[in-house]
């Protein structure tokens, strides 16, 4: 079955570089979401979308922008890049739905970003 | 802040069964128990959910408290590949797509040995 799919898998930037991570969601899963996961901790979310608007904003700095494009896939936009910022980023999608739903979340296997 | 806690880590024996518990004791009515995993740096994997009633899977049941304030996620013949973090997460259900975010608290180490 189809993934989500992260590009690159792997970034090397340096200080005060900017960064974009693309992510592909699972087809016909409209939702998308951002987590950051710095070494030794556990994954926390940055933003989402729904329908390529933002639906929910988590810990993500001013530094960093994200959109969702026409055809469902996303884009974390990074400025201003500090050693800080280095850690894992996933992405993860879920399903359309319409009312309530308990649709879980397919996560990427992250882009590994190092900041020098 | 996560609203759940889970032991920090744990053993279990290859082809035992691995009990992993997880309290929610303020869990509000609505709110679903979720399981995933993370495999070594990998992306977190679902494994399974429940609101009030077992469930089970494929891959692990889950035993939710008739009060809803603890669970336990049970991994019925545990492989060495079933070595990771396994985290508790509730959360409410979500409404004409708008998903709600997952939050990770710290999970437990689960590490299974031959």
């Known amino acids: 079955a189809a993934g989500v799919i992260q590009s690159p898998r792997h970034l090397i930037k340096e200080k005060r570089e900017t960064a974009t991570l693309k992510c592909y969601p699972i087809p016909r899963h409209d939702t998308v979401y951002w987590y950051q996961q710095g070494p030794g901790q556990d994954p926390q979310f940055l933003i989402s979308f729904y329908e390529k608007m933002q639906s929910d904003k988590g810990s993500i700095p001013d530094r960093f922008s994200a959109q969702q494009f026409s055809d469902y896939h996303s884009e974390l936009n990074m400025s201003s890049l500090e050693l800080g910022d280095s850690a894992l980023y996933f992405c993860?999608?879920?399903?359309?739905?319409?009312?309530?739903?308990?649709?879980?979340?397919?996560f990427g296997p992250g882009t590994r970003l190092t900041v020098l | 802040d996560a609203k759940t806690t889970q032991p920090t880590s744990m053993d279990c024996a290859e082809g035992r069964a691995a009990n992993l518990p997880c309290n929610h004791s303020t869990i509000s009515g609505n709110e679903y128990v979720y399981w995933y995993r993370q495999i070594h740096s990998q992306g977190p994997q679902y494994i399974i959910h429940?609101?009030?009633n077992n469930e089970t899977n494929e891959m692990a049941s889950l035993i939710i408290t008739e009060d809803r304030k603890s669970s336990t996620l049970i991994l019925p013949h545990a492989t060495l590949r079933d070595t990771a973090v396994y985290y508790c997460i509730v959360s409410p259900p979500s409404y004409g797509g708008s998903q709600g975010n997952l939050i990770f608290g710290k999970g437990t180490k689960l590490s299974v040995k031959p």
């Open positions: 993860a999608s879920s399903p359309r739905t319409s009312g309530v739903s308990t649709d879980t979340q397919y």
């Open positions: 429940g609101l009030k």
